[in-house]
């Protein structure tokens, strides 16, 4: 499972091997996780809106990307996801880090998109190689529904990634 923790945490391992590195970096470093349908904009807004909820909750003493990135240096990698944890609720409730929830998200749904299409395909050859007698029919009939209620389901993630994108089968 994706999630804006995997995000944070690779900036987190980018600032720390590049103590200078600037908000572009950080924004290139989140995106090498939320790579749906997050833009460089996005992770642009969401680090701004990140450090101006730690500067407001007293974790920094200001709200500026480099006061933040410092903060990160001086607590090291466990601190700061552990600090990032503590603060999740505040952070998941910024209007900022909605695009990076949806494109963690969308990762998930696709993943299990495309898992269910590849069962399906597996019980099209296990049907296929099921003998005719009296137990392969019933083992036919079984592993067709089976099918039915993955193509359900993929009906069910197709619909939640259209909800997201517009389109439920794109990339």
Known sequence: MTTIRDAYEAGVDAVLADNTLNKGGFADAIRTVLVSN??????????????????????????????????IIDLGKATALELFDALQVNITGLAESVPAIESALLIDLRD????????????????????????GRLV???????????????????????????DPDGL
């Open 112 to 135: 299990e998109r495309d898992s269910v299409d590849a069962a399906i395909d597996r019980f099209d050859v296990l049907i296929a190689a099921e003998p005719n007698g009296t137990v």
């Open 140 to 166: 036919k009939d079984e592993m067709r529904g089976s099918k039915a209620r993955l193509r359900e389901r993929k009906q069910r993630l197709r619909a939640a990634i259209e909800a997201i994108t517009g």
């Open 38 to 71: 997050f833009t460089n904009a996005e992770a642009t807004a969401w680090i701004d809106a990140m450090a101006a909820e730690y500067n407001r909750l007293g974790q920094t003493n200001t709200d500026t990307y480099g006061q933040w990135r410092n903060q």
